[in-house]
């Protein structure tokens, strides 16, 4: 058994019990990165004297939150406010985000370290976040994102989805980018409204699956057109993750 480094007394930890927000109050026995014993509240420390102590007070002990869907490479957390302005629809918010990307400084490894500590001080210990991925700033947020989940040293666990949002076959040499994307260790590529963005869902589609078949990678699609014409993607999408054998790969976000 690993040696303990921490012992978090007085805390009530999470039940499975939907009628109770936490049982009798404990002690948890950490060593580096796992529990290695819970114990009735006061019997820790006696076990491992030489560990140091920290006082729950009597809070709840929860797993780690989840972010599941993240942009932490261009948040501007912690500075002024800037409304996403554009037009009010998603190219309108792509172009106005690439023209004042510059000056607003993102994407920056300051700039995701920051969102990654705020999820931090609130709980989150992992998420999946989007990285943007063009021809303006090729892989510099995937880099940035990584950089700052190493600062952190671990403390979060970064998934990151290298994501084309200025689009994919509309911009060539993007497919390109995401194939080097996989090469710095992204666990998932994405893409977005390959009908409304890419006009051509077949091509987009088609590259996107040809990268998962051929890397082993996720995708994580943002899909925000609607009605018909987003059922149509969802039965295209199916469809591929089917014929590539991607169960388990595939997610569909903004749906």
């Not at 990584?146 to 200025?166: C, K």
């Not at 260790?185 to 051509?200: E, S, T």
Request: proline letters at 5%.
């Amino acid at each position: 058994m690993s040696r303990a480094t921490l012992i978090l007394t007085d805390v009530r930890p999470a039940t499975v019990d939907p009628g109770s927000i936490g049982g009798d109050m404990v002690d948890l026995v950490i060593g580096d990165d796992e529990i290695l014993a819970v114990t009735p509240a006061g019997r820790a420390r006696a076990l491992h004297p030489e560990a140091p102590t920290e006082d729950g007070r009597g809070l709840l002990a929860l797993p780690g939150f989840i972010n599941a869907h993240a942009h932490v490479d261009k948040s501007w957390w912690g500075r002024d406010w800037v409304s996403y302005g554009g037009e009010a629809t998603t190219q309108g918010r792509i172009a106005h985000e690439r023209a004042h990307r510059d000056e607003l400084g993102i994407p920056s490894v300051e700039a995701a370290e920051a969102v990654l500590r705020e999820f931090l001080r609130h709980g989150t210990t992992a998420t999946r976040s989007h990285a943007d991925v063009d021809l303006g700033i090729g892989l510099k947020a995937v880099e940035n994102v990584l950089a700052a989940a190493v600062n952190l040293d671990g403390a979060v666990e970064v998934e990151i989805v290298a994501f084309p949002q200025d689009g994919v076959i509309r911009r060539p040499g993007v497919v390109r980018l995401l194939e080097q994307a996989v090469g710095l260790g992204v666990q998932n590529i994405g893409g977005l409204d390959p009908a409304g963005i890419d006009r051509d869902p077949v091509a987009q589609l088609n590259a996107l699956f040809d990268i998962v078949d051929r890397t082993g990678v996720g995708l994580d699609i943002h899909l925000h057109d609607p009605n018909e014409l987003g059922v149509f993607q969802l039965e295209l999408i199916i469809d591929r993750t089917i014929a590539v054998g991607a169960h388990g790969r595939v997610n569909i976000a903004h749906g």
